[in-house]
């Protein structure tokens, strides 16, 4: 009864071509550009302490089925709506929707991806998170398209096969990456973007091959 209701609240997503890099309200990174420049590994990526934004080539080998893929967001500020909680009497109003980010009583939520996934490299293994833009522009469906789906033919509590078949496909990922420590790495990173484009890609590895020649060539230098 309650899905129902927060259902009923959801802004129709569209995935139509004119709106597709615009499901997501955040910073909007176009793939024309990744930044090649700043190329990591995940090892590199896990041992380095800088706020930085780059780019990984990795696979991604298992979806993390157990986390939940969407969630009813603000249609404002695309942040997680709760039941709202009275101030006054303490007390839940399932029948009303809160945004902790716009600290308001919220009329409407937008089904949003919240997809979390294992990837991997030649370095290791480490996890990111996809949001709207990301997966759409992978699957080419909305979150509520696809919960729409899977209601229809009852396979609500399933992961989506759609998304189970990104397992096993390699991407170039720009990933925001926060300051750490030596004793703080977060456990997931946030995916801003990210591109199957087979030229980019080729582009990735010729960039760190042209890096590996020239750092051989300064090292034959300096030996000499």
């Known amino acids: 009864m309650m899905r129902k209701f927060l259902m009923s609240k959801d802004v129709m997503s569209t995935t139509s071509s004119g709106s597709l890099l615009t499901l997501s ?3 909007q990174v176009s793939s024309d550009h990744i930044p090649f420049d700043n190329r990591k590994t995940i090892s590199q990526l896990l041992t380095s302490y800088e706020e930085t934004r780059c780019c990984i080539y990795a696979t991604i080998c ?3 089925i157990e986390a939940h893929w969407w969630y009813l967001g603000c249609p404002g500020c695309a942040k997680k709506v709760n039941p709202y909680l009275n101030p006054e009497t303490e007390e839940l109003e399932m029948d009303k929707l809160s945004c902790d980010g716009c ?3 919220v009329c409407s939520t937008k089904t949003r991806y919240q997809v979390h996934c294992k ?3 030649h370095t290791g293994t480490t996890s990111f998170v996809m949001f709207d833009r990301e ?3 992978l699957i080419h469906k909305s979150a509520y398209e696809l919960l729409e789906q899977q209601v229809q033919f009852n396979s609500e509590n399933e992961f989506p096969r759609e998304l189970l078949a990104l397992e096993g496909r390699e991407f170039v990922f720009i990933v925001n990456k926060p300051e750490t420590s030596k004793n703080y790495t977060p456990s997931t990173f946030k995916v801003v973007n990210v591109t199957d484009d087979h030229a980019k890609i080729l582009r990735f590895h010729s960039d760190d091959a ?6 051989k060539t300064l090292n034959y230098h300096v030996l000499k």
Not at 210 to 215: L, P, S, Y
């Open 25 to 27: 309200n955040c910073t």
């Open 62 to 64: 298992a979806l993390k």
């Open 103 to 105: 600290e308001t009583i």
């Open 119 to 121: 990837v991997l490299d």
């Open 135 to 137: 997966v759409i522009q």
């Open 210 to 215: 042209n890096e590996v020649k020239m750092r």
